[in-house]
T-cell receptor, first 116, second 113 residues
Framework: AQSVTQLDSHVSVSEGTPVLLRCNYS??????LFWYVQHPNKGLQLLLK??????LVKGINGFEAEFKKSETSFHLTKPSAHMSDAAEYFC??????????????FGGGTRVLVKP | GAVVSQHPSWVICKSGTSVKIECRSL??????MFWYRQFPKQSLMLMAT?????????EQGVEKDKFLINHASLTLSTLTVTSAHPEDSSFYIC?????????FGPGTRLTVT
């Protein structure tokens, strides 16, 4: 079984300040972990993924995340928020599921508000 | 590359009618496609896994007779919401798997009146 917990349902930051979105996971297997962003009424866009290589993963638009096995965490950060970063962010874990290859499990999402 | 499209992007239908949503992988072949449902301000919930040429695998609590899934080719999967009711109003998102990575469609907003 696997699960994902996003610790903050909402995060509000000022433009130009750092962003931190927290994610903890549990998995019976060595997981792959992803962060996706969803703008209103849009599909999901992959920001970055961890697949057992480097623990610090760099993604698009200045985002990065660090995989910490000891803490079962995969927090997403960005040094300086931009107005266009206002969106919903999902932390996702992927692990084997019988008969269906890898199965994605989504966290509850974190809505980011960027203030000018 | 790896683009997934959905059609329509939004649809309004009357209660009791059926609605079909198409999901296409435009530049790759996908043996496996997934259908998710997302209620307002909530996360994505997997409804079913669709495998080309075989029956879909539904998640617990999802009515297979209500949400008909057909994966007739390597680039097309369809979701038909039969006898739709207002509680079926939601955002439906498909994704297609290619080389162990999933690519998501833009979603379809269904409103049942």
């Amino acid at each position: 079984a696997q699960s994902v917990t996003q610790l903050d349902s909402h995060v509000s930051v000022s433009e130009g300040t750092p962003v931190l979105l927290r994610c903890n996971y549990s998995s019976s297997y060595s997981p792959s972990l992803f962060w996706y962003v969803q703008h209103p009424n849009k599909g999901l866009q992959l920001l970055l993924k961890y697949t057992s290589a480097a623990t610090l993963v760099k993604g698009i638009n200045g985002f990065e995340a660090e995989f910490k096995k000891s803490e079962t965490s995969f927090h997403l950060t960005k040094p300086s928020a931009h107005m266009s970063d206002a969106a919903e962010y999902f932390c996702v874990v992927s692990a084997p599921a019988s008969g269906a290859g890898n199965k994605l499990t989504f966290g509850g999402g974190t809505r980011v508000l960027v203030k000018p | 590359g790896a683009v997934v499209s959905q059609h329509p992007s939004w649809v309004i239908c009357k209660s009791g009618t059926s609605v079909k949503i198409e999901c296409r992988s435009l530049d790759f072949q996908a043996t496996t496609m997934f259908w998710y449902r997302q209620f307002p301000k909530q996360s994505l919930m997997l409804m079913a896994t669709s495998n080309e040429g075989s029956k879909a695998t539904y998640e617990q609590g999802v009515e297979k007779d209500k949400f008909l899934i057909n994966h007739a080719s390597l680039t097309l999967s369809t979701l038909t919401v039969t006898s739709a009711h207002p509680e079926d109003s939601s955002f439906y998102i498909c994704s297609a798997r290619s080389r162990n990575e999933q690519y998501f469609g833009p979603g379809t907003r269904l409103t049942v009146t």
